[in-house]
T-cell receptor, first 115, second 115 residues
Framework: AQSVTQLDSHVSVSEGTPVLLRCNYS??????LFWYVQHPNKGLQLLLK??????LVKGINGFEAEFKKSETSFHLTKPSAHMSDAAEYFC?????????????FGRGTSLIVHP | DAGVTQSPTHLIKTRGQQVTLRCSPK?????VSWYQQALGQGPQFIFQ???????QRGNFPDRFSGHQFPNYSSELNVNALLLGDSALYLC??????????????FGPGTRLLVL
């Protein structure tokens, strides 16, 4: 069975400082991993995805994530936070465990950006 | 290119009533998945439809049912509503490729309040 753990429920940073959102996963297969962002009262937007190609994945809006199999981690980073980055972020794992790719979401990390 | 659309955006029902939510997938997509997102939680997978049949189902009771139409649009029906069914219901669409990961694209959601 697949699972995902987002290690922080809230992360608070100042504008212009680096962002680190942590995610650990569990999967019995070769997983696909995703980060989605959800702004208030909006749907989920795909930030980036890992599907067994390069371990360092670049996404939209300056975000990137590194797949580390030995640590079963897929942490999301951004060099410099912007006020518009304040939102809920979800780490997602998906594998063929059930015969088709059904994503499992983490509980989410709320990113707070201070001016 | 229209993304995933959902209707209605908001809905208020009373306990015991029935509700139908609708979803139109992104152009070119043939698979629709439904999720329930309770307040402060990550989305939970309800079920997935492909070729007008339920392909996978999460841990939800039979009160939750769905349908997919020949044009790939989909409905989610919930019978005998409970207070705990109050949530944001998200629809996601993807393109099925055998044995390959299917990136899901989400709609804005329908917020259901059960009184």
């Amino acid at each position: 069975a697949q699972s995902v753990t987002q290690l922080d429920s809230h992360v608070s940073v100042s504008e212009g400082t680096p962002v680190l959102l942590r995610c650990n996963y569990s999967s019995s297969y070769s997983p696909s991993l995703f980060w989605y962002v959800q702004h208030p009262n909006k749907g989920l937007q795909l930030l980036l995805k890992y599907t067994s190609a390069a371990t360092l994945v670049k996404g939209i809006n300056g975000f990137e994530a590194e797949f580390k199999k030995s640590e079963t981690s897929f942490h999301l980073t951004k060099p410099s936070a912007h006020m518009s980055d304040a939102a809920e972020y979800f780490c997602v794992v998906s594998d063929l465990g059930g015969g088709s790719y059904i994503p499992t979401f983490g509980r989410g990390t709320s990113l707070i950006v201070h001016p | 290119d229209a993304g995933v659309t959902q209707s209605p955006t908001h809905l208020i029902k009373t306990r015991g009533q029935q509700v139908t939510l609708r979803c139109s997938p992104k152009s070119g997509h043939d698979t629709v998945s439904w999720y329930q997102q309770a307040l402060g939680q990550g989305p939970q997978f309800i079920f997935q439809y492909y070729e007008e049949e339920e392909r996978q189902r999460g841990n939800f009771p039979d009160r939750f049912s769905g349908h997919q139409f020949p044009n790939y649009s989909s409905e989610l029906n919930v019978n005998a509503l409970l207070l705990g069914d109050s949530a944001l219901y998200l629809c996601a669409s993807s393109l099925y490729r055998y044995g390959e990961e299917e990136t899901q694209y989400f709609g804005p959601g329908t917020r259901l309040l059960v009184l």
